[in-house]
Structure formats: C-alpha cells, structure tokens
C-alpha cells in the first residue's frame, strides 16, 4: 500500500471520489491493461453484490493525522449491471466507535474525524490504512453495510497526476459555479492582508474569480479548470451537497477519460498507478487489483449512476453542529445491503436524488 504524499494541500482532498477510478476504470477492460496483470481465468473470482469504501484524505504526511474530506460508497449489483455511488456528508454527526489498534474511546463527532482517530500508531506515526478500518467501520454503523469489499484513499498528488494524464475532463456544468480560490486565469486568487495563513481565516480572498457558467452540453475542463470545479461549495444552493453530485460527475467523467486513453494502452495504467504510487492506498480485501479487473472486467461506465442523500444541518441548543441524514433514508441503505437499489429508486422516487 501507498504512503501518504508529504504535501499539504488539503483542498484536494475533497475530490476523493476519484480514487475509484483506479479501483473502477481498470475492472472495465479484459484485465490486461498492464504488465502483471493476470488473465481473467487466472484471476480470483470476486462474486456477489459488492461495496467499496473511496475516501479522499486530507494530505499532510505521515506524522499529521489525516482526515477524511470526501467519503463516497460505490455498490456494484450482483448482475454487475451498473454501479451506484452515494456520497457520505463529511461532516454527518455520528458516533465514531471505539477502535482498540489505536487506543481511541468511542465518541460522537463528525465522521470524517474516523479517519484520524483510528490511524494513531503512537507517538506522532499515523496509518491512513489503519485509518480506513475505523472509518470503514463508522460508515458501515450508518449505513447498514457489515462489511465493505475493498476501497482506495487518495490524496493530492495522485489527482493531480490523473487528470493532467488524460489531459483535462469533459464534464456537465449543471449549475453555475464561481470559484473562491481561483482567478479567470488560473492563478491564485489574492488574500486579505490579515489572512496571510493556511488556516487562520474563514474565507480569505478577493479580486475577480474564475466562474463556470451552467451548460447543456459537457463542457471540456483543463486540469486545473477539473480540480478547481469540484472543489467548490460557497454560493450553491445546497453548499456541500452540490459539491458532492459534482464529485461523482468527475468521477465517471475520469473513469471514462481513463479507460479511453490512459486504459487503452498495453502500458497506460501500469504508468499511471506508478506515478501516483506514493499517493494511493488501495484496499483489495484479500484480493488484488488484478483479480478486481478480471472479475469487473465486463461492466460499463455508462451505467454508473449517482445517488444524492437527503441530509440537512443539525442545530442542537441553537447552535451547528454538523450534517443529519433524515430516517426517510434508511429504507435507502436496506436497500443497499440487500442489492435492490433499482427496485427501491422506482418505489420509492424522489427520496434520494438521481444525478443528471
């Protein structure tokens, strides 16, 4: 597995969606996309509805605890006949259980604080793959899914790598969307003389901003131009969750970008996950990613749909807390665990919303 990259720029981790891709893309080709692929006959065979955990982590390095800033769940059906993916609020108010490897008591606070709290090693060492048990864990408790068949955690430098591979996304523009760290040109937007810090300002910028106006039509977006549109959240109308349905457009849009270039090439994935090698943690659950493109290697990216939960603020004593997912979801995560989200998304419509 991947060590966390020694770079902080935790921005990025907000668009950890798109470490499925190298879990997803590569599972859609015959499982010879790169040297030391096995054929699919030699491959293990992974069967039966499956749930994969995709975190993208707040990345310092190894001696700062990560955090997980973008927490997406990918259910892959039985009949392998499409991919849903959901995304977790990172801030849904939960009771993070007690995890013995790392010596933390149970304790209710926002999920994304799972991450860290379980890749404790002692002294200042953390584990991003200790991390993700507990995280996976805490996730599980919410949404009924006992126990998750593999994931991947991603930071910056791994991004960053992907999409100037395949050279930009074409992605929908569903709404407008103006930038609050970038200028038109690309560069930085400026700070406020009293901001000069990472951390020691709420919203710390001023001058022109870079804006994405709304398209019918999938707009095609330089690398920057990608990474910059998903990371946005102020002035939509539903903040975080927008950002999140724009999280999982990027990711099939990379998904698809990948296998059409990267993917097509007798070396392409075998250069790409070298290159961001130090930034991916990839989970396999007793499997390798071999087996996982054998096993996957006929599902179609067409048929990855994104799911959109209903959550809203929690005010306790007048005072924000944190995210709360509404009861009317919990038919939704049954649904999940019994691999019957067709059948619920038609009994039940407008519960959870279909991405466009």
Same mark, same amino acid.
């Given at each position: 597995m991947g060590r966390i990259a020694k770079r902080r720029a935790p921005f990025w981790a907000r668009l950890g969606v798109a470490a499925?891709?190298?879990l997803l893309a590569p599972a859609l080709i015959a499982g010879q996309a790169a040297p030391g692929f096995s054929s699919p006959a030699a491959a293990g065979t992974i069967a039966g509805p499956l749930n994969l955990l995709l975190v993208g982590i707040d990345p310092r390095n190894d001696h700062t605890a990560p955090l997980a800033d973008s927490i997406v769940v990918a259910h892959i059906p039985a009949d392998r006949h499409g991919i849903f993916l959901f995304s977790i609020p990172r801030d849904l108010v939960v009771t993070i259980p007690a995890f013995a490897k790392s010596g933390t008591p149970a304790q209710r606070s926002k999920i994304n604080a799972a991450m860290g709290l379980g890749s404790r090693l002692g002294g200042d060492r953390y584990s991003a793959a200790q991390g993700f048990e507990l995280l996976a864990q805490t996730v599980g408790?919410? +949404?009924? =899914?006992?126990?998750?068949?593999a994931g991947a955690v991603l930071n910056f430098g791994g991004f960053t790598k992907m999409v100037e591979a395949v050279g930009?996304?074409?992605?929908?523009?569903?709404?407008?969307?103006v930038s609050e760290h970038r200028k038109p040109d690309g560069t930085p937007r400026d700070r406020l003389p009293e901001c000069p810090g990472h951390d020691n300002c709420h919203r710390p910028?001023?001058?022109?901003?870079?804006?994405?106006?709304?398209?019918?039509?999938?707009v095609h977006l330089q690398p920057w131009q990608a990474l910059d549109f998903v990371r946005q959240r102020y002035g939509l109308p539903r903040s975080d969750y927008d950002r999140q349905r724009h999280?999982?457009?990027?990711?099939?849009?990379?998904?698809?970008?990948?296998?059409?270039?990267?993917?097509?090439?007798?070396?392409?994935?075998?250069?790409?996950? +070298?290159? =961001?090698?130090?930034?991916?943690t990839f989970i396999g659950g007793g499997h390798s990613l071999a087996e996982w493109a054998a096993s996957l290697r006929d599902m179609h990216l067409n048929a990855m749909t994104g799911l959109g939960l209903p959550g809203g603020p929690l005010f306790e004593n007048g005072l924000y807390r944190g995210e709360q997912l509404p009861a009317r979801v919990t038919p939704f995560f049954t649904a999940v665990a019994t691999d019957r989200i067709p059948q619920y998304l038609l009994a039940n419509p407008g519960v959870v919303t279909v991405d466009g």
């Open positions: 499925g891709s190298l408790n919410v +949404t009924g =899914i006992r126990k998750f068949d930009g996304l074409s992605m929908p523009i569903d709404q407008t969307v910028y001023v001058g022109p901003q870079k804006v994405y106006p709304k398209s019918d039509k999938p999280q999982r457009q990027f990711l099939k849009a990379l998904a698809k970008k990948l296998k059409r270039t990267v993917l097509s090439t007798p070396d392409g994935l075998f250069r790409t996950t +070298t290159a =961001i090698g130090d930034s991916l």
